[in-house]
């Protein structure tokens, strides 16, 4: 597999995993490109990762394939009716996110590890075309993935 192919396959395997998950009863609408505008709340989404290769002089940690890093920044929108039960809800769904991803750290044999490594709240934001307050969730999911040599 290339690095793209890998790539694309460790973005819909997290895609997958939060298409699991579900805020008071409701599924989470997962989007694998920014959509401009949410219409259907919670949802996320998932951006265009940022990736790393070991340097020319590091060596692999498994002779045959090469080590690639991605950070996926996974932004998370909820509606923020009641303040302080939104909040509630926002920070239980991190621990929600954190431990799907901590029980298949592998993304079902795609990545070497997974994990959610970072979020941050911002309250009000707007981006319904209701222009209902939100709570947004900025995350960070960091993947391990092994590629092989090409032959």
């Known amino acids: 597999m290339t690095m793209f192919t890998q790539t694309v396959s460790a973005t819909d395997a997290i895609q997958a995993l939060l298409e699991t998950i579900e805020v008071q ?3 989470l609408s997962v989007y694998d490109y920014d959509p401009g505008r949410i219409n259907a709340l919670p949802a996320a989404v998932i951006s265009l990762p940022e990736g790393r290769r070991p340097d020319i002089d590091d ?3 498994e002779l045959g394939y090469l080590d690639l890093w991605l950070d996926f920044p996974v932004t998370i929108y909820l509606p923020l009716r009641d303040p302080k ?3 509630y809800i926002a920070r ?5 996110v954190a431990a799907a991803l901590d029980e298949d750290f592998t993304l079902g044999g795609t990545a070497r590890d997974c994990r959610l490594t ?3 709240f911002d309250l009000d934001a707007q981006r319904t075309s209701d222009s209902l307050s939100l709570i947004v969730i900025f995350t960070t999911v960091k993947a391990h993935l092994k590629v092989a040599y090409s032959t």
């Open 92 to 96: 239980e769904l991190v621990t929600t």
């Open 118 to 120: 970072g979020w941050t």
């Open 59 to 61: 060596p692999e940690e």
């Open 85 to 87: 039960e939104s909040q």
């Open 25 to 27: 009863g409701v599924a």
